[in-house]
């Protein structure tokens, strides 16, 4: 990579860029407001305060794994094995733990590596040897969750109290220490996506790949640096989903990577690269958490619910398309 001028797309810090994402920020939080008033009218125990503690302490592991997703389709790609490298990156942090007696303190650095890496690789095959990240993380999917088995013997191995601080709620606040994390995440994600170089650089080869190298930039390192970025995050989401639920599972985060792509799309990051935001992937995550434990109060069945929440993706996803043949006929 190189500081050399290049080809970049509209950047969403311009003037009219605000202005649009502002828009978009308004969109997304109406939508947000309304699912909260209907599923207050249809069920008295929804907007509590209890309710609101529980959507927001759910949600760090997909919060965090979303802001990684964002950046790797903005790039135009796209990584299935997020849902698997939290679990091995979970199933090694409970070997490390409970079968080798280590504290928590090294237990983690250990945990974020193997996510770290396991990205890297994603990253070093599909850029240097030409493979669709589709292909190469749907092949890290099956390795990473038949290494989670592998570590722990499929076995769920309990951890107990040295890790669960990390999502209980602090004493006095509605919010868990892994929920306002997940909020430092986001806005580190959103600043380095909007305000440096090397996001400019993930929108330019989002945008066009080609014309991007032709200009001078290598693009190969910039690609491998996000699905490394994306790895990461799921180390740290196998860190959070570890500490609400006290165990270490291989079978955790099972579709996962849809949920993240979901509330990509939601928030308006494109398939097709070039385009999206963190921030509107943090109201995308709350609008599916929303969504879900709304339907869950007023009784709804997990098929219906599941049927409920593709219907919205697939909205969201016309929604975007007409928008997009509205700019361009701007």
Request: hydrophobic fraction near 50%; include cysteine.
């Amino acid at each position: 990579m190189t500081d050399s001028p290049a080809p970049l797309p509209e950047n969403q810090s311009s003037r009219g860029g605000l202005t649009y994402s502002l828009f978009q920020y308004a969109g997304l939080l109406g939508v947000l407001v309304l699912l909260v008033l209907i599923f207050h009218r249809m069920s008295d125990h929804f907007l509590t305060r209890q309710t609101l503690a529980t959507v927001a302490n759910n949600i760090p592991d997909l919060l965090v794994i979303s802001v990684g997703m964002t950046l790797v389709l903005i790039i135009g790609g796209i990584d299935l094995s997020v849902g698997s490298l939290l679990a091995l990156s979970s199933a090694v942090l409970g070997v490390c733990m409970v079968d080798w007696g280590w504290p928590l303190w090294a237990a983690v650095p250990v945990c974020l590596g193997t996510g770290a890496l396991c990205g890297m690789l994603n990253g070093v095959i599909s850029v240097k040897a030409g493979i669709p990240s589709f292909i190469v993380t749907l092949g890290m999917l099956e390795m990473a969750r038949g290494g989670a088995y592998l570590l722990t013997d499929s076995q769920t191995k309990y951890i107990g109290s040295s890790i669960e601080w990390i999502g209980v709620p602090v004493k006095g606040l509605l919010f868990s220490p892994a929920f306002l994390l997940a909020l430092v995440i986001v806005a580190v994600g959103q600043y380095l996506l909007t305000r440096t170089v090397f996001g400019r650089y993930c929108m330019a080869i989002g945008t066009n790949a080609e014309a991007v190298r032709m200009s001078g930039i290598r693009t190969a390192p910039c690609s491998i640096v996000v699905f490394t970025i994306s790895g990461l995050l799921c180390g740290l989401a196998g860190v959070m989903q570890t500490s609400r639920l006290s165990t270490a599972d291989p079978n955790a985060a099972v579709g996962l990577e849809l949920s993240a792509i979901a509330a990509c799309v939601i928030g308006g990051t494109s398939l097709m690269g070039g385009r999206g935001s963190v921030i509107n992937t943090f109201f995308g995550v709350l609008i599916i958490a929303v969504l879900q434990t709304g339907l869950a109060q007023i009784g709804a069945t997990d098929p219906l619910k599941r049927v409920i929440t593709g219907a919205v993706i697939i909205v969201a996803v016309l929604l975007d398309a007409a928008r997009q043949r509205w700019k361009r006929g701007g």
